[in-house]
Antibody
């Protein structure tokens, strides 16, 4: 059972980045997926959630209108399209599996670093 | 700004017990299950407790969780040096729109 994030990097303010999370070892369509971020030296911040069939999608107020979460159940992947990036979006972004809206995030990736700086 | 409040730090000697509180409201802890996560330095968070008081496979029974009203508590007994980490509570908040909230985080130090 594994989640592997990719797509992080350095981007200028106002720029865009697309993060991906590849899943393996479990029945992907049975789980919701979340993105959680952690700014350097700070606590955890939930970013977005997508249900198994993409019927339910939620965003934190801090990213609403700028970030878009999506999933490809055929490829066992979830993506986070990040537009209009700001300096305060700088963080490690984790992908986390959630058991059916229960709030239980039981599998986490190792994270990918996003740095927004001029 | 997190809506779940935790003490910034707790500490105790090896073998002792610590408790970490997580204070919320009627729109989050009051009506939803609470999970607890352990984050060792430089690593990803790890699920420690779910559904208020259940432990995933592999988590020792030194770790326990409870919930009462709009607050939750994580207990760690028989404290070990390997327990030094940051601990976060988390749950869904269904006030205006659904969103997941984490606690402010607590640093556990083994003296």
């Amino acid at each position: 059972v594994q989640l592997v994030e990719s797509g992080g990097g350095l981007v200028k303010p106002g720029g865009s980045l697309r993060l991906s999370c590849a899943a393996s070892g479990f029945t992907f369509i049975s789980y919701s997926l979340n993105w959680v971020r952690q700014a350097p030296g700070k606590g955890l911040e939930w970013v977005s959630s997508i249900s198994s069939s993409s019927s339910y999608i939620y965003y934190a107020d801090s990213v609403k209108g700028r970030f878009t979460i999506s999933r490809d159940n055929a490829k066992n992947a979830v993506h986070l399209q990040m537009n209009s990036l700001r300096v305060d979006d700088t963080a490690v972004y984790y992908c986390a599996r959630e058991v059916g809206g229960s709030g239980r995030m039981d599998v986490w990736g190792t994270g990918t670093m996003v740095t927004v700086s001029s | 700004q997190s809506v779940l409040t935790q003490p910034p730090s707790v500490s105790a000697a090896p073998g002792q017990k610590v408790t970490i509180s997580c204070s919320g409201s009627s729109s989050n802890i009051g009506i939803n299950y609470v999970s607890w996560y352990q984050q060792l330095p430089g690593t990803a968070p790890k699920l420690l407790i779910y559904d208020n008081n259940k432990r995933p496979s592999g988590i020792p029974d030194r770790f326990s969780g409870s919930k009462s009203g709009t607050s939750a508590t994580l207990g760690i007994t028989g404290l070990q040096t390997g327990d030094e980490a940051d601990y976060y509570c988390g749950t869904w908040d269904t006030s205006l729109s659904a969103l997941y909230v984490f606690g402010t985080g607590t640093k556990v130090t083994v003296l």
